[in-house]
C-alpha cells in the first residue's frame, strides 16, 4: 500500500468526505491537522502549493483536496495512482 497523508482540520467538512472516500475503498492514511499548528500549515502550504485542506498525497503524488481526490476516483485514475506509488 503507498503512503496517503491527509493534511487536514478537524472541523473541515471536505476533509471528512475524503477520509470516507478513502474508507470506502479501504485505504489507510496518515492525518495530519494543521488547524492548531501555524507551523505545519506552513509546511502544507509549501508541499502543496494549496493554502487549504484538505491536501491530500498519496506516494509523491499530491492530489489535491477533496474534489480532485473525488474526480480521480470518479475517472478510475484514483486506482492507478495507488498501484504506480505502491
Known sequence: MPNI??????SCP?????KR???GK???????????????W???EEKSGRNTV???FIGSTHIGGYDDLS?????????EVIKVES
Open 5 to 10: 497523508i491527509i493534511y487536514c482540520t478537524l
Open 14 to 18: 471536505f476533509c471528512t468526505m475524503a
Open 21 to 23: 472516500l478513502l474508507d
Open 26 to 40: 479501504e485505504l489507510e492514511y496518515t492525518l495530519i491537522d494543521v488547524g492548531a499548528d501555524s507551523g505545519l
Open 42 to 44: 506552513q509546511a502544507m
Open 54 to 56: 484538505p491536501q491530500i
Open 71 to 79: 474526480a480521480v476516483n470518479s475517472s478510475g485514475k484514483l486506482d
